[in-house]
């Protein structure tokens, strides 16, 4: 799920730019219900791109809400499959079969 990755992305960031807000959907997320306006809510969206991210209804939504609030969007995508990762292709393909391209 890439739950392990971002999680030490997060770390990365708050150890390399001090100050630095991360809001993880998977730590700070109480209801689904305000997943877009937490959205909403931020400066820039952090997709990080896995095997099955587009399968997720609550990963597109995320991402379909960072979008309609023209939040900067910064893809990173995990090539290990070993560690959930996929190819541009397969990444590629699952998005144009789960959103609808």
């Known amino acids: 799920t890439g739950q392990d ?3 030490a992305i997060t770390r990365q960031l708050q150890l390399f730019v001090p100050g630095v807000r991360v809001w993880l959907d998977a730590d700070y997320l109480d209801d689904l219900a305000s ?7 931020s400066a820039t ?4 791109l896995s095997r099955g991210y587009f399968r997720s ?13 023209k939040r900067p969007v910064i893809a990173m ?3 290990d499959s070993g ?18 391209a």
């Open 5 to 7: 990755q971002t999680h």
């Open 35 to 41: 997943l877009e306006q937490c959205i909403a809510r």
């Open 45 to 48: 969206f952090l997709i990080f």
């Open 57 to 69: 209804v609550n990963c597109r939504r995320e991402l379909a809400a960072a979008l309609v609030e």
């Open 77 to 79: 995508r995990e090539e």
């Open 83 to 100: 560690k959930g990762g996929a190819s541009a292709a397969a990444l590629r393909e699952e998005c144009d079969h789960f959103c609808g």
